[in-house]
Every structure is written in structure tokens, then in C-alpha cells.
T-cell receptor, first 115, second 115 residues
């Protein structure tokens, strides 16, 4: 059973546009929601993360929106650039309490930003 | 430089020949984990470790073994590799601070081919 569902599988955006990637989860015990960025030939790198006590977190052009009641969270990339072309993964874990270290990933979104 | 180091980067082996992929981190992290990445399936957790001598199964542990005898090292052992274990493998480490989890730092990956 997939713990975190991610969509779309691929996304093509024009330079300067907004990229939006969505994720949904079922387990209400999740309380840590990171996004990872992966370039070809590299390991995933932590991009931004949110905990459910806030509805939005912004770091530069990257924003996470979190909807606790809908059990959904999304990544928005403003003013998308060709250098943002990568695979993006959402993830979720129980950041506090038992089973620490157990991090579940979505299946990834391949983002292509055209110049 | 803070990093997770995996070796080897590439490995081609034959079915049934035992192999070990090494992983080492220099950040004094408590948590370490192994993931495999397959097209369309995202990152799936194989095993994880909360600290020395403490390990637990992830989503796809069959056919793999791990050990955590030292805090910095977390080798992945394939006792009898099979072609369905052909994949891209990532080791990662993380830590806790004031009871909260932080994101995993990933290694550069090991591409394993079993023929």
C-alpha cells in the first residue's frame, strides 16, 4: 500500500511559470513532510520541509502548502527556471515518537522547465 | 565536508555471488537507511537503523541484510543476489534534535546490475 501518493508523474512548464506538484497521504500520524530534489546521477537532496502545525512554508521560490484536513500537501515553484529541471519527491514520516527514521516517499515527478 | 559515502558507485555481478555495498557518514548521525530506486516506483526503504545495533525492516527487506556495529557505518549485504535486485541503491543518514526528526542526507548512489 502506497503511503504517499504523488501527482503528476511528469510536468512541463515554461520558464517563469509556476510548477505545482501535489501529494496526498492517509496516515494521520505523519507529522513531517519533506520534499526532495534529485538531479540525474545524484542522490536526492532535501529541498524544503514542513510540519503540520503550519499551513505554509516558503523558502525563496519554493513554497509548501499544507492542508491537514484534506491530508494533502503541495510544492509550488515560482518563477520556474531551467535549472529547476529535476525529479521531485514528496515524503512523509512520523517525526516524533516511535518508528523514527521510517520515511515514505511518493513516486516522483519529473519536472522539465523550457527556456 | 559533511557527507554520506557509498562504495562502489557501479557494480555488475552474477546471480548468487554475495556482495556488500558499504556506506559511511561523517556527521555523527543516529539514523541511517538504505533505499532502492526503480523507475516508476520512486524510493522504497529497504532497512533502517535508529542507532548502533538497532535496525528494522523497511518496505522491501527481502533478500537484503544490514548491520550497524559502528555509528558511522551501515553496510548493505546481498547474500545471494538475483536479477530482480538490479536497481539504484541509496544510503542516507539523519539525526534528531530536541525530539524531532530532520531530513535524510543521501549518498551518491550505487548502481547494481545482477546478471
Amino acid at each position: 500500500q502506497q503511503q504517499v501518493k504523488q501527482s503528476p508523474q511528469s510536468l512541463i512548464v515554461q520558464k517563469g511559470g509556476i510548477s505545482i506538484i501535489n501529494c496526498a497521504y492517509e496516515n494521520t500520524a505523519f507529522d513531517y513532510f519533506p520534499w526532495y530534489q534529485q538531479f540525474p546521477g545524484k542522490g536526492p537532496a532535501l529541498l524544503i520541509a514542513i510540519r503540520p502545525d503550519v499551513s505554509e512554508k516558503k523558502e525563496g521560490r519554493f513554497t509548501i502548502s499544507f492542508n491537514k484536513s484534506a491530508k494533502q500537501f503541495s510544492l509550488h515553484i515560482m518563477d520556474s527556471q531551467p535549472g529547476d529541471s529535476a525529479t521531485y519527491f514528496c515524503a512523509a514520516s512520523k517525526g516524533r515518537g516511535s518508528t523514527l527514521g521510517r520515511l515514505y516517499f511518493g513516486r516522483g515527478t519529473q519536472l522539465t522547465v523550457w527556456p | 565536508e559533511a557527507q554520506v559515502t557509498q562504495n562502489p558507485r557501479y557494480l555488475i555481478t552474477v546471480t548468487g555471488k554475495k556482495l556488500t555495498v558499504t556506506c559511511s557518514q561523517n556527521m555523527n548521525h543516529e539514523y541511517m537507511s538504505w533505499y532502492r530506486q526503480d523507475p516508476g516506483l520512486g524510493l522504497r526503504q529497504i532497512y533502517y537503523s535508529m542507532n548502533v545495533e538497532v535496525t528494522d525492516k523497511g518496505d522491501v527487506p527481502e533478500g537484503y541484510k544490514v548491520s550497524r556495529k559502528e555509528k558511522r557505518n551501515f553496510p548493505l549485504i546481498l547474500e545471494s543476489p538475483s536479477p530482480n535486485q538490479t536497481s539504484l541503491y541509496f544510503c542516507a543518514s539523519s539525526h534528531r534534535d530536541r525530539g524531532q526528526d530532520y531530513g535524510y542526507t543521501f549518498g551518491s548512489g550505487t548502481r547494481l546490475t545482477v546478471v
